[in-house]
């Protein structure tokens, strides 16, 4: 009877928990950053080069997310958000994910190096030990500034693309790399505020859990208004152009408002709509950086198209 | 539960094969293209020198 189950066990993985452990949801912003950071580049790139550079950036991005599965099995069989995912829930063995993460760390940056540059494949695998071992071994259990600091490895991105294309960093790709850098912590904390027990009960230390409610609430207002002046700065570079100025304007002044709005309420007054107010802002911010790397793209693209466009 | 020809862990197996397989023939089908880019952008007589001379 022992054989039999074995052979009725249902938790095998199939492909597509594989591909889960690459968090292909995450992966999608980190495609879209990158592609705009190769794109508005002053220096053409082969399409079918930067089609690869692209989907080698985002394999590194899904191989840290694999190592980050790999060590947070513990986190995530406790929180309800994450209790499905392959590793918790028995399908995959905590050691195939290391491996495969491993494994696609070296072929991403191997592939990057030669499809475009060392430079930009040195920042991949910079990318890779900062989310991975920075972030999710180090910072993540020690320190309710995890958010900020590990909010750098999503940042590298479009400085990569950047990186492929020119082969080294300038202002416009810092600039780049500040924006998603300076939105995350806004962007994870009101996610903290609405998804309330989950992350005391696993025993991460997020400032909600850490400094309380109102102190995170105070702190989204304080990363805003940092977050307003490096968002307008990139309209003044070269990269920036008429559609990018107007969109960081309009954004940034909804950004603000809603900040404000959140740093005003009491717990009690978002206990009584359900969080309503923080579950919009957490929706508008993704949208926020959706945009402005769109305006970025659509000012690249009216550059070529229109003569004298942009300054 | 019925011992059947086709079990669910069939299933689930041969999606794994045939995803992996498909993986590598896109790899491939990646370093190929690469490949004809590469050279394409660096001319041919950059690409293979003692071949220039030949016919």
Known sequence: MSDLGLIERQDEAGFGDYVQLLKPRVMSLVVFTAAVGLLVAPVHVHPFVAFVCILFIALGGGASGALNMWYEADIDAVMRRTRGRPIPAGRVEGGEALGLGLALSGISVVMLGLAANWFAAALLALTIFFYAVVYTMWLKRATPQNIVIGGAAGAFPPMIGWA??????????????????????????????FMKDDYSKAGVPMLTVTHGRQATRRHILAYSLLLVPVALA???TPIGGPVYLAAA??????????????ARRT??????????????FFGFSLSYLFLLFGALLADAALRGLVPGWGW | MAIEVEHELHRRRRSR???????????????FGLTVVKVAEIGPEAAAPHMADSP
């Open chain 1, 164 to 193: 492929c294309a020119t082969g080294g960093v300038s202002v416009e790709s810092i600039l780049m790399f500040a924006l998603i850098f300076m939105w995350t912590p806004p962007h994870f904390w009101a996610l903290a505020l």
């Open chain 1, 234 to 236: 990139l309209a003044l």
């Open chain 1, 267 to 280: 717990e009690a007054e978002a206990e009584a709509d359900g969080y309503a107010a923080e579950k919009s």
């Open chain 2, 17 to 31: 094969n045939y995803g992996l397989g498909l993986a590598l023939a896109a790899f491939v089908a990646l370093v």
């Open chain 1, 249 to 262: 304007i309009v954004l940034n002044m909804r950004l603000l408002r809603g900040a404000a709005g959140l």
